[in-house]
């Protein structure tokens, strides 16, 4: 049986937060508002800071079984 493919949580808020950050850093340039793209700024932060979470998982799943195939 395969096992089950589920979106990692740290990538989907990742995914999300970036998405919402491009999207309030143009806004506030075309805007001409330096509190929307602040905002935006805030939300890669946010994204990029999920991405981080999300890689050190990816790490630490590959560890795992990297040490479960060398002890068999």
Known sequence: ??????????????VLFGVVGVV???TGLVAESNS??????GAGT??????????E???AAWEARRGKNQAD
Do not use: C
């Open 46 to 55: 946010v994204s990029l800071i999920s991405a981080l979470v999300w890689r």
């Open 57 to 59: 998982q990816l790490i």
């Open 36 to 41: 929307v793209a602040v905002a935006g700024v």
């Open 24 to 26: 309030l850093v143009v």
């Open 1 to 14: 049986m395969a096992p089950e493919h589920r979106t990692p949580p740290a990538l989907a808020v990742s």
